[in-house]
């Protein structure tokens, strides 16, 4: 009977090749006719790289025949997200900024995920620069939701949450500012976790706001997540990025865990808030009841600042998204202003044609909120309460071991169908305070919704550096949703796309 | 024009420093690994952290910030545990990045101060109206304004707003500064408050091509090099204390003396790893309010700060005597033409966006750690010139020039073991004047021109026995310099032994005074000039070799 690459995890594959069932050029060949097959239908990329894909596999299967020990995640392909710079690669951000900029340097994280084994197979669409929350601000072309090609992925990550959601691969990188894996892993039905903040190396990754961002994996199963965490972890800090520490625990180590006797916050403002869809709200109504049927108990915690956390955010994120897009003026590398009189017309003209609109907005909104006079009101402000929201969050904690709340408040919407920015920025309501708190959060998939026929999601979030205990929670919750009779987890790959293209030879 | 001497009865100069000085001697840049050479190619020594590509981050160099610790506690700074780096932003092709990463509202040294000794003529800038109650009035009225005479970030650093972070800002510690008191001699002693020191990353270099004078005017076009981009970069803003051009350029040698002594920098003014701007503003003598100032750039070597500063007082004197006023403005020393010409009108303070760099995590220095720099700093100028004054009793002022470079201290020591009194400066004199000149016309440094120090030794002992003169000494000195031999045996071998044997040289006195009786007469009549041809003439009649002290006196004796 034929196998498809979309039915397989990454631990499945991994093993596969291990044990000689299937080669991992045959899994890599697999991954690039899925996405032949069905890119059309959901634009998850930017680029495809079916070389240097091809290339590492081969590496995998020389080393197998060679006799050596394989890393853990050989020749399974993943997607990069396009802000993560792979020498072979342009790295766009899905920018006119950048449409022809090749990377130089490869990104630690992808560096890491190359040396546990796995193949890229490809850069993946998101919102220009990671602003955004549908992946429809990408100047190249949208991404389409594997569920309903007529609506969005969600954002930024949205093309490697589309990518692992349409089974083109079973594992995807993005990024996280405010909420940019977390929200599109939920509006794609797959498992999405943004690790705690200075867990995995920001090196290489063209940073948005550098004290909200990071970098965490997609995947279908919460155990291929805890396999990737390994791999972008597991070699320890990196010595290139500041602000990276030591997080040295084995993710998949108890990820099975019985969670019996520990204790599950829930935050009642967040599930009473405005514009949470009732099919949200039972689904992750229905989460805590699971959690509960398997012991846990489930205690009320209160986030004080919490109203604070957006606006905060709108604050800190454009402050340092106008800071490090600075650099983008033309003159060294990427888009330049033909014909112009001078240095200011080049770089003011480079900009202005190079970016597009909310990447535009983001930065004038940051500029000002630095300028002088107007830094107090709003910045050190943003910083203040931010210094309350994390105290919030550690004295939650000091009540419960995780927090489970919604992800996203509804589940995907059309192309088009929110045109308010600010509309836009209250979506991201359940995922941005912990950005701000800097710990981690995974969104974890619970089926289709009542009423919509779209995947819904819930959300779990730990203390800093507990991350190991959030998915093993996760795990819980998939767990109590996997099929009993065929093992088959709550969601796999979108029906639409099932068994298109990706046959293992 | 008037004189400077004449502008400062009427006027008080209120002059205060920004001295950026590269870590030179750290072999990595600032944030990056890249190597930290002033010698490679254009753009040669890159990477993704130092041309500002997309993804790369910083992380601070450890040693640096050793440096930078080292040079504010050299400097009576206060050491800031807590302090952290912020982005300045400006577009210019020179900053990768767009955006500058230095310090904010606390650096990582504040509030220190070096005591000046004003000597010899320089002392006599300061007019005898700038001591006592008219300087502590002054002083207290221009730190007053402080922040904002001395640094362009003040507007962005907003006081007050931080709190916490502001609460190692709150002052001096003044009881040990003492006012300047004029002595007999008309030196004085000046403390100059040094208001911090902070860490920043160089800029690139950009080369002009086409325009004149490699300025960007007319250029044709620019060529950007970033090799300097990411360099170490440590900036020193004095208080506004200082008040006559000597007493800056005496600042700028001194604070050189140290860091070279620390080892931090090579501290080339000619190459522009020690750069300084000067601000100066005028005011009426016993005025406190304070004048608008100028900034003054190009002033890269001592002379250039002395005189460039000097032209700028007299310039606004002149300005403000016919009542015109002073803009504030950045000016360009033109030492070719001896005038400086306005480079940029500020008419409204930069919006430079300071804020915290988030990529850096804000620091928070042990006391272990500030213990280990304070343990690295070598003995320092002032302390090691006390030292070679009391301990080999040499001049002052010699052993100031000595104590000021590291590598000539130690020739200096190693000389002069074991001697003091005459020959330890008659070791003190050949440094300071036979050595100094011979390095100047030779490849290479003091420590691999070929003298030895064992012959500078022996050359001072045989001038302190006086064996030979000052003249032969000289002599002596170029021949050892070529041949590498000892002095002795060159003195011996040439038969340039002085003769300082009464009886011998008695016979020349009468021979020339019998030849020159003209001029014995005169001097006999009153004109002492003549006693120096007469003692000439004895020379020459010795073949250089008679003792010219001995000389003198014979022939004082013989004439009376």
């Not at chain 1, 429809?136 to 930024?156: I, L, Q, Y």
């Not at chain 1, 240095?343 to 000002?368: I, N, T, V, W």
């Not at chain 1, 009101?377 to 071991?401: G, N, P, V, W």
Request: hydrophobic residues 40%.
């Amino acid at each position: 009977m034929a196998q498809y690459i979309d039915t397989l995890s990454a631990a499945r594959i991994a093993a596969g090749i291990k044990a000689g069932e299937f080669s991992a050029r045959e899994v890599a060949q697999a991954s690039l006719d899925a996405i032949a097959a069905r890119e059309d239908a959901v634009q998850a990329f930017l680029q495809v790289c079916p070389e240097l894909a091809l290339a590492a596999a081969d590496r995998v299967d020389a080393a197998r025949a060679a006799g050596g020990e394989l890393p853990p995640l050989a020749g399974v392909p993943f997607a990069i997200k396009d802000n993560m710079n792979l020498v072979g690669t342009r790295t766009t951000c899905a920018s006119r900024m950048l449409e022809n900029y090749e990377s130089v340097y490869t990104a630690t994280c992808v560096q890491r995920m190359l040396d546990a084994g796995c193949v890229p197979v490809g850069k993946a669409n998101m919102d220009e620069f990671a602003f955004g929350s549908t992946t429809d601000s990408s100047a190249f072309h949208p991404t389409h939701n594997p569920w309903d090609t007529e609506r969005v992925p969600g954002g930024s990550s949205g093309g490697s949450a589309a990518a692992v959601a349409a089974g083109e691969v079973p594992l995807a990188l993005g990024s996280d500012t405010g909420g940019s894996i977390r929200q599109p892993a939920a509006l794609c039905g797959v498992v999405g976790m943004k690790p705690t903040y200075g867990a995995v190396s920001r090196y290489g990754v063209v940073a948005f706001g550098s004290s909200l961002d990071q970098v965490g994996p997609f995947g279908r199963t919460v155990e291929d997540v805890a396999l990737a965490m390994n791999a972008l972890t597991g070699a320890g800090k990196d010595p290139y990025d500041g602000t990276s520490q030591d997080c040295p625990v084995d993710f998949c180590e108890h990820l099975n865990d019985p969670i019996e006797g520990r204790r599950v916050g829930i935050i009642p403002a967040f599930m009473e808030a405005e514009g949470l869809t009732p099919e949200m709200r039972a689904a992750v109504e229905a989460a805590a009841r699971e959690l509960e049927n398997q012991g846990a108990e489930l205690v009320e915690v209160d986030l004080p600042h919490l109203d604070a956390a957006i606006a905060a955010y709108y604050v800190i994120g454009p402050a340092e998204a106008f800071s490090n897009l600075a650099r983008f003026d033309g003159i060294r590398y990427g888009y330049q202003e033909p014909d112009c009189a001078n240095l200011d017309a080049q770089s003011s003209l480079s900009r202005a044609h190079g970016f597009g609109p909310e990447a535009k907005r983001r930065q004038m909104l940051g500029a000002y909120l630095l300028s002088s006079g107007v830094y107090d009101k709003y910045y050190y402000a943003a910083q203040k309460a931010r210094t309350l929201i994390t105290a919030d969050y550690a004295s939650a904690y000091e009540r419960c071991d995780v927090i489970l709340m919604p992800s996203s408040p509804r589940t995907a919407w059309r192309h088009g169908e929110i045109s308010d920015p600010t509309q836009m920025y209250l979506a991201d309501l359940y995922t941005i305070s912990i950005n701000i708190a800097g710990n981690g959060g995974v969104s974890v998939p619970l089926g289709l919704g009542a009423d919509s026929g779209l995947p819904v999601a819930s959300q779990l979030v730990g203390p800093a550096f507990k991350d190991r205990t959030m998915l093993m929670f996760a795990r819980a919750l998939e767990r109590g949703l996997t099929d009993a009779a065929t093992g088959a987890p709550a969601l796999s790959v979108a029906p639409a796309f099932a068994g298109k293209g990706g046959e293992l030879a | 024009m008037k004189e400077l001497s004449e502008v400062l009865k009427d006027w008080e100069a209120v002059i205060g420093l920004e001295i950026h000085t590269e870590l030179t001697t750290l072999e990595t840049k600032m944030f990056c690994n890249c190597k930290n050479t002033h010698d490679a190619k254009p753009n040669a020594n890159v990477c993704p952290v130092c041309l500002g590509l997309p993804g790369a981050l910083p992380v601070p160099n450890k040693r640096a910030i050793e440096s930078i610790v080292k040079a504010g506690l050299a400097t009576n700074c206060e050491v800031q545990k807590h302090s952290m780096f912020y982005r300045k932003h400006y577009f210019y092709p020179d900053m990768a990045k767009n955006f500058q990463t230095t310090q904010g509202p606390v650096a990582f040294c504040m509030h220190g101060h070096l005591d000046l000794e004003v000597t010899g003529r320089g002392a006599a800038e300061r007019p005898e109206c700038a001591f006592g109650a008219a300087e502590a009035q002054s002083l207290a009225s221009a730190s007053a304004n402080a922040v904002g005479l001395s640094t362009a970030m003040a507007t962005q650093m907003r006081e007050g707003s931080h709190g916490g972070a502001l609460a190692g800002m709150s002052g001096y510690n003044t009881a040990n500064l003492a006012l300047p008191e004029r002595h007999e001699d008309g030196s004085y002693t000046v403390p100059i408050r040094i208001l911090r020191i902070h860490m920043e990353e160089d800029a690139a270099k950009m080369v002009h091509v086409g325009g004149e004078e490699g300025r960007i005017a007319a250029a044709s076009e620019s060529l950007i090099d970033y090799n300097r981009c990411g360099t170490p970069l440590i900036e020193l803003v004095t208080e506004p204390d200082l008040r006559t051009p000597e007493e800056a350029r005496l600042f700028m040698e001194k604070l050189r003396r140290i860091f070279l002594t620390l080892g931090i920098s090579d501290c080339s003014m000619e190459h522009g790893s020690m750069r300084c701007d000067g601000n100066v503003s005028l005011r009426r003598r016993g005025e406190t309010k304070l004048g608008t100032k100028t900034e003054l750039k190009n002033l890269n070597s001592f002379k250039a700060l002395h005189d460039g500063l000097a032209y700028e007082i007299c310039r606004q004197a002149e300005v403000l005597e016919e009542g015109g006023i002073i803009y504030q403005e950045t000016r360009h020393w033109e030492p070719g033409r001896k005038r400086t010409v306005v480079m940029r009108v500020k008419e409204t303070a930069d919006d430079y966006r300071l804020f915290p760099d988030p990529d850096l995590a804000p620091f928070d220095l042990s006391d272990e750690f500030i213990a280990h720099c304070a343990a690295e700093i070598p003995e320092l100028p002032d302390a090691k010139r006390d030292r070679y004054e009391t301990a080999f009793g040499i001049k002052r002022a010699d052993a100031e020039q000595i104590a000021g470079d590291p590598e000539t201290a130690a020739f200096f020591e190693a000389s002069a073991e074991g001697l003091s009194g005459k020959p330890a400066q008659a070791v003190a004199n050949l440094i300071v004047n036979e050595l100094a000149a011979y390095l100047k016309g030779v490849e290479g440094g003091i420590t691999d021109c070929g003298i030895a120090p064992a012959q500078v030794a022996s050359l001072a002992k045989l001038l302190a026995e006086d064996a030979i003169s000052s003249n032969q000494a000289h002599e002596v000195f170029g021949l050892m310099a070529e041949s590498g031999e000892d002095p002795e045996k060159i003195v011996d071998e040439r038969g340039m032994r002085q003769v300082s044997d009464a009886g011998a040289l008695q016979p020349i006195v009468d021979e020339v005074l019998e030849r020159c009786a003209d001029q014995a007469q005169q001097y006999r009549d009153g004109n002492q000039k003549v006693l120096g041809f007469l003692v000439g003439q004895c020379m020459k009649e010795s073949r250089g070799q008679g003792n010219p002290k001995l000389f003198n006196e014979l022939l004082r004796a013989s004439l009376s």
